[in-house]
């Protein structure tokens, strides 16, 4: 598994950003992915997570609604739409793809990380 995360940039609030999350050795279309993010002195959180087939989807309650999670397993691509933007959505976004085949929570479920991508904010 490698991935490679894009999309992110400088957008005003209220507008509307679309990350990539694309897996160049076709490794990982049996496993749960990932976005999560991690603001400037705090810690790594969960955003959204989607199982192997996009049967399931989670989210955390701050993204609810605004974000979207899913995924194109003919492009080993995950997607993140993100509408609706605040400037508490200022993060560096991460992808990562799981140990199972499930939308998993917990950063120790996540083995395969990208290299991240810069969403700012402003207000």
């Known amino acids: 598994v490698q991935l490679q995360a894009s999309g992110g940039g400088l957008v005003q609030a209220g507008e509307s950003l679309r990350l990539s999350c694309t897996d160049s050795?076709?490794?990982?279309?049996?496993?749960?992915v990932g976005w999560f993010r991690q603001a400037p002195g705090k810690g790594r959180e969960i955003v959204a997570a989607?199982?192997?087939?996009?049967?399931?989807?989670t989210y955390a309650d701050s993204v609810k609604g605004r974000f979207t999670i899913s995924r194109d397993r003919s492009k080993n691509t995950v997607y993140l739409q993100m509408d609706s933007l605040k400037p508490e959505d200022t993060a560096v976004y991460y992808c990562?793809?799981?140990?199972?085949?499930?939308?998993?929570?917990?950063?120790?479920?996540?083995?395969?990380w990208g290299q991240g991508t810069l969403v700012t904010v402003s207000s």
């Open positions: 990562a793809a799981g140990r199972s085949s499930s939308a998993g929570t917990q950063i120790a479920s996540y083995n395969y």
């Open positions: 050795r076709r490794t990982s279309s049996n496993n749960g």
């Open positions: 989607i199982s192997w087939n996009g049967g399931s989807t």
